[in-house]
């Protein structure tokens, strides 16, 4: 059995969607940041970083996004192609989102909902910056069903992100095939039940708080 340590975030629903797609039994702990939960030195033995999502498989611990879903993808034999260029391809695109999308929407959100101050440079800076990674992923779906050829754990890293677009006051506008793609990994029976996972907070309102509160600490 695999343990989930996760919370309603585009960095936990990766994993959630990768476990369901896959069909491994896990279980799910979900962390309260207001609670600090993801800090405490338990916590901390299983991820040094004091971030979601961790897992915890048989006793071996796996941090960060990107590894846990090559090491799931590994693990059940899908999701990531055998051989070498495919699965450099899948690789390519997944660590495209780690070291792209990922940090630069993560900032757009911090810039564009969470900071006390309004910086116009920094809110432009990085909204930017994922609009031009949303294009580069718009190009690349113009020429392949999914980012990898065949779906894999690269749409399932990426997707999560672009779907909450709007939180980081990003559009989509005249981009067709990301558009495509989106709502065809939407449409998926185990994204839907990975996206449930855990349950969501309340409110936008709880959860800039939350984000808020983080900030200052
Ligand atoms: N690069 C890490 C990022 C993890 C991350 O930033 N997690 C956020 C939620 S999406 C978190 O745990 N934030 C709580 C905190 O910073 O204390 C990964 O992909 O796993």
Known sequence: MIDLYTAATPNGHKVSIALEELGLPYRVHALSF???????????RINPNGRIPAIVDDGFAVFESGAILIYLAERAG?????????RSRAIQWLMFQMGGVGPMQGQANVFFRYFPEKLQG???RYQHETRRL???????LGEAEYLAGDYSIADIATFPWVRVHDWAGVSLEGLVHLQRW???IEARPAVQRGLQVPARPTDNEALVKTAQTMLIR
């Open 78 to 86: 899908q999701l990531l192609p055998a051989d070498a260029k495919g």
């Open 122 to 124: 920094a809110i432009d």
């Open 182 to 184: 989106l709502a065809a």
């Open 34 to 44: 207001d609670k600090q939960e993801q800090k405490t030195p338990e916590f901390l």
């Open 134 to 140: 949303y294009e580069v992923l718009d190009t690349r």
